[in-house]
């Protein structure tokens, strides 16, 4: 049995940059720094921290592109993924980046609360985003309200 899964819950290090496909899909690279604490021999709170490249595709690329920016919180699931290209100089170059199959909006401002979820597997259906937005974005038909789920 094999599994390649990511689980990360963390603050975005730079905006979202979005681009096209040749075949016209969006795709949108991001940063994601989390972090890890524990307390050394002595006692003293330690931090280190992890940066990860991110990426996502069609409709989750637009959704982040619409929502996230630099410094927002946010939970990514998906698996790892690593690319290889020749670069200009000839040189073999290679990234490993998250490929983001779900993920959830973390509260606004990163101050407590409760994440935004976004699911972006097939089928697509996808629920409001945070509640500050929702005067200024009109919804399709299908969305659904989390307040309406019975668990």
């Given at each position: ?19 096209s ?8 690279n ?13 006692g ?11 990426v996502?595709?069609?409709?989750t690329a ?28 000839g ?12 993920m ?7 101050q ?16 409001s985003?945070?509640q ?18 019975p668990?």
């Open positions: 049995m094999n599994v390649n899964k990511v689980l990360l819950v963390g603050n975005l290090t730079r905006d979202p940059e979005m681009r496909l040749p075949s016209g899909q969006s795709v949108i991001f940063g994601l720094a989390t972090n890890r604490t524990w307390k050394d021999k002595e003293q709170k330690q931090q280190q921290t992890e940066f990860h490249n991110v996502a595709f069609g409709k637009e959704l982040i592109h619409q929502y996230m920016k630099k410094g927002n919180s946010m939970f990514v699931e998906g698996r790892l993924q690593t690319r290889t290209w020749d670069a200009q100089d040189s073999k170059k290679s990234r490993t980046e998250v490929v983001v199959e779900n959830q909006f973390g509260p606004r401002g990163g407590g609360g409760s994440y935004q979820t976004m699911e972006t597997s097939a089928p697509r259906q996808t629920q985003p945070p500050e937005d929702i005067a200024t974005v009109e919804y399709p038909e299908d969305d659904v309200n989390p307040n309406e789920i668990f």
